[in-house]
Nanobody, 125 residues
């Protein structure tokens, strides 16, 4: 069983930046697809980025290169750098792991097995 915990969220003004971390415990994530999702009130969770075990990222198109996902398997940690944040980025951000895949990571939340509790990112003036 893998436990995931996010950190680094908070409130910023438009144009600000945040760095999120997701630390895994209980087992290694080195062979798992990993992903960041976000969920806005009243909406389904959407994939922000997923990374295969080699750390190759695939992003939500609307991110427009503002976010950078990465992972360090030796630290059992995944990261998300959020740059030039805008109000529409306000959401709960979730870390997720898919124990059944190492490559060909999926964009659907239903394909992921383990989830962190989520962390709030708020962007407002």
């Amino acid at each position: 069983q893998v436990q995931l915990v996010e950190s680094g969220g908070g409130s910023v003004q438009p144009g600000g930046s945040l760095s999120l971390s997701c630390v895994a415990s209980g087992d290694t994530i080195s062979r798992y697809c990993m992903a960041w999702f976000r969920q806005k009130p009243g909406s389904a969770r959407e994939r922000v980025v997923h990374l295969d075990i080699g750390g190759r990222p695939v992003y939500l198109d609307s991110i427009k290169n503002r976010f950078a996902g990465s992972r360090d398997n030796t630290k059992n940690t995944m990261y998300l750098r959020l740059n030039n944040l805008q109000p529409e980025d306000t959401a709960m951000y979730y870390c997720a792991a898919d124990q059944g895949r190492a490559w060909g990571c999926r964009s659907n939340a239903d394909d992921y097995d383990y989830w962190g509790p989520g962390i709030q990112v708020t962007v407002s003036t």
